[in-house]
Structures are given as structure tokens and as C-alpha cells.
């Protein structure tokens, strides 16, 4: 099991950017997705989860109505539309999969394949 984000790059803030995460394996597709950051020196932290199978989502608050996370279970693919970018969005992005076709549990150790995560930069 594999996971490509890309998509990163740098933008002002009030800017917007769209995250990608290619995963490998028929089974997986269907996996929850989710989006976490890590800023250097801190924690990695939950952004957005979304379940494979009826694509209910969740967020955490610091995103809520900013970001978007979506799907296309035939692609294999998950995004992240981030708009309204702010200084404090700036991090390493990750993109992680859970062995669950409907949850949406959202602490790190819930994940177990992880891709190599995407820098954002978002300038003031």
C-alpha cells in the first residue's frame, strides 16, 4: 500500500492551493482517507478525514469552512482544496489511509500508511 501527495508549493495568504494523494491497491481505495499536517518541531495534527464508502467528512476546527476534502474511490484519489490560506496553514501535509471503509476517527495511530507529505508555504 502506497500512498503520492503532491500539490504543495508556496502562495500568499488569502490564496488557495488543492492537495493530491494517489493511493495503490484496488482494496484501498475504499479506505478512509485522511489529511494531516506537521509544522517543524511540533506535532503532526489532524486536518480532514473522509470514509470510502458514503464519503461523510470531518475537520478539524482551525479548517472548518476553509477546507474541502474529497474523493474519487475509482481514481484512487483524494484532495485537499485549501482556500482562504493563512501564515498559520504553513506546513508539511501529509496524507494517511485507515483498514475502515466508514470511520472517521481522526488520532494519528488510527492511520497506517502514510505518504510522504507535500510542503505548503503560505506567505503574509
Known amino acids: 500500500v502506497q500512498l503520492q501527495a503532491s500539490g504543495g508549493g508556496l502562495v500568499q495568504a488569502g490564496g488557495s492551493l488543492k492537495l493530491s494523494c494517489v493511493g495503490s491497491g484496488r482494496t484501498f481505495s475504499m479506505y478512509t482517507k485522511a489529511w494531516f499536517r506537521q509544522l517543524r518541531g511540533k506535532e503532526r495534527e489532524f486536518v480532514a478525514v473522509?470514509?470510502?464508502?458514503?464519503?461523510?467528512?470531518d475537520y478539524a476546527d482551525s479548517v472548518k469552512g476553509r477546507f474541502t476534502i474529497s474523493r474519487d474511490n475509482a481514481e484512487n484519489t483524494v484532495w485537499l482544496q485549501m482556500n482562504s490560506l493563512k501564515p498559520e496553514d504553513t506546513a508539511v501535509y501529509y496524507c494517511?489511509?485507515?483498514?475502515?471503509?466508514?470511520?472517521?476517527?481522526?488520532?494519528?495511530?488510527?492511520?497506517?500508511?502514510w505518504g510522504q507529505g507535500t510542503l505548503v508555504t503560505v506567505s503574509s
Open positions: 473522509i470514509s470510502g464508502h458514503e464519503r461523510n467528512a
Open positions: 494517511a489511509a485507515q483498514n475502515s471503509w466508514s470511520s472517521l476517527r481522526r488520532t494519528r495511530e488510527d492511520f497506517g500508511s
